[in-house]
Nanobody
Framework: HVQLVESGGGLVQAGGSLRLSCAAS????????MGWFRRAPGKEREFIAA????????VYADSVKGRFTISRDNAKNTVYLQMNSLKPEDTAVYYC?????????????????WGQGTQVTVSS
């Protein structure tokens, strides 16, 4: 099994920045793709970004492209989400996810492991 623990959420003003971290433990050698998703109140879980095992390939949702950056440090078994120019509509619970396959996936159901989530609140 794989365990994922997110951290770094909090309250920030619009235009500010936050960096989320997700530490993986357990059978981490099985992980290929890491992704970030979010769920705002009353909405479905939304894909944000994903990164390949070596960090060479990334994909982003249009809503965050140019503002958010996903990266990973395999030596630390950690994936990051740098969030800049935050907007009130970015307010949500943010989840990291691990996929045991090679493909950069955008659909939540296709990921194998999930963290517990971390709250991000952006005030206007």
């Amino acid at each position: 099994h794989v365990q994922l623990v997110e951290s770094g959420g909090g309250l920030v003003q619009a235009g500010g920045s936050l960096r989320l971290s997700c530490a993986a433990s357990g059978r981490t050698f099985r992980i290929y793709v890491m992704g970030w998703f979010r769920r705002a109140p009353g909405k479905e879980r939304e894909f944000i970004a994903a990164v390949s095992k070596n960090g060479g390939s990334t994909v982003y949702a249009d809503s965050v492209k140019g503002r958010f950056t996903i990266s990973r440090d395999n030596a630390k078994n950690t994936v990051y989400l740098q969030m800049n120019s935050l907007k009130p509509e970015d307010t949500a619970v943010y989840y990291c996810a691990a996929d045991l396959t090679f493909t950069l996936r955008l659909v939540p159901d296709e990921y194998d492991y999930w963290g517990q989530g971390t709250q991000v609140t952006v005030s206007s």
